[in-house]
Nanobody, 123 residues
């Protein structure tokens, strides 16, 4: 079993930055691929970014490519999402997720989920 706890969300102005953290406990973090997803009110959950267990391979949704950076520190059992140049359309609840095997863009392939952290970008 894996427990994930997100932090770092909040209110930020258009163009600002935030860094989300996802602390993991339980099963060995270093063998898990990690992903970040988000869900805005009235919308479906969508893929944001994913990173392989080693951190060597990353993947981004087109909407955040060049603005967001996913990373991980296996020594600290933590994954991060650095969000720069934030836009009002980035407003959503952000979830981190973990899965065994290779990284994925598909939310239903992830076995473990955090509770989510709210990000609000004001215009």
């Amino acid at each position: 079993q894996v427990q994930l706890v997100e932090s770092g969300g909040g209110l930020v102005q258009d163009g600002g930055s935030l860094r989300l953290s996802c602390a993991a406990s339980g099963r060995t973090f270093s063998i898990l691929a990690m992903g970040w997803f988000r869900q805005a009110p009235g919308k479906e959950r969508e893929f944001v970014a994913a990173i392989s267990w080693s951190g060597g391979i990353t993947d981004y949704a087109d909407s955040v490519k060049g603005r967001f950076i996913i990373s991980r520190d296996n020594a600290k059992n933590t994954a991060y999402l650095q969000m720069n140049s934030l836009k009002p359309e980035d407003t959503a609840v952000y979830y981190c997720a973990a899965k065994t095997g290779i990284k994925s863009r598909l939310w239903y392939e992830y076995q473990y989920w955090g509770q989510g952290t709210q990000v609000i970008v004001s215009s």
